[in-house]
Nanobody, 116 residues
Framework: QVQFVESGGGLVQPGGSLRLSCAAS????????MGWYRQAPGNQRELVAR???????MYVDSVKGRFTISRDDAKNAVYLQMNMLKPEDTAVYYC??????????WGQGTQVTVSS
């Protein structure tokens, strides 16, 4: 089973930017779609963005125009460029296939904190 390691999070002021990276332990070439998910304290994990192998994207309304998902199958990596960050973007961010597998393998995630 492919494992995922997320990185790139941190503390940023409102309006700032971060670029998250997700490194897969194996090939993601055959994974139809990859997604970025986030979980804020007290909330359920939610899908933020997903990208198919063919380049089709989907973003949750709250991040449209601010976040961009990309993937590099040659590097077995997925990225999330986050611009114009808001305090409500504060959460732990994870990557995983979309839709979520029946038995998902979640990494530790990467903490994003947006605060002045």
């Amino acid at each position: 089973q492919v494992q995922f390691v997320e990185s790139g999070g941190g503390l940023v002021q409102p309006g700032g930017s971060l670029r998250l990276s997700c490194a897969a332990s194996g090939s993601i070439f055959n994974i139809y779609a990859m997604g970025w998910y986030r979980q804020a304290p007290g909330n359920q994990r939610e899908l933020v963005a997903r990208l198919t192998r063919g380049g089709s994207t989907m973003y949750v309304d709250s991040v449209k125009g601010r976040f961009t998902i990309s993937r590099d199958d040659a590097k077995n990596a997925v990225y999330l460029q986050m611009n114009m960050l808001k305090p409500e973007d504060t959460a732990v961010y994870y990557c995983n296939p979309y839709p979520i597998p029946v038995l998902p393998s979640w990494g530790q995630g990467t903490q994003v904190t947006v605060s002045s």
